[in-house]
């Protein structure tokens, strides 16, 4: 497993802290123009994700990419998780993974 490069779970409110590098997020799917999809994040603040999205996207998406901004990621990797997530508990893990317990999360 390639440790050099991990990819951070992020909110909207983290992103920020992580412009230029590898992060994920998960987003609620607001609108989706084939070139870019506007979601709202785990922590109810809007994310905007570039890149070539997949055909179908469900309601709830997982994207790992390079944060370009602090409401932006250019995304290599998209993965549809349904149309229920349990969006408190994963805002949860992002505070933890870049809180108190971040020393886990390499």
């Given amino acids: 497993m390639d ?3 991990p990819t951070v779970f992020v ?3 983290l992103l920020g802290r992580y412009v230029g590098r ?10 989706n123009d084939g ?3 506007i979601g709202k994040s785990t922590d109810e603040k809007q994310i905007i994700v570039k890149g070539l999205p ?13 944060a ?5 990621i250019t995304a290599d990797k998209w993965t549809n998780f349904g149309d ?16 108190e317990y971040r020393h886990l999360f390499l």
Avoid at 22 to 31: F, G, L, P, Y
Avoid at 54 to 66: D, Y
Avoid at 68 to 72: F, K, L, R, V, W
């Fill in 22 to 31: 590898k992060v994920r997020a998960v987003i609620q799917v607001i609108r």
């Fill in 54 to 66: 997949p055909s179908q996207l469900t309601t709830f998406v997982e994207v790992i990419g390079i």
């Fill in 3 to 5: 440790t050099s490069n």
């Fill in 84 to 99: 229920n997530f349990d969006t408190f508990t994963y805002n949860k893990l992002c505070q933890l993974a870049n809180g």
């Fill in 68 to 72: 370009d901004s602090q409401n932006s």
């Fill in 11 to 13: 909110n909207a409110e």
């Fill in 35 to 37: 070139t870019a999809v």
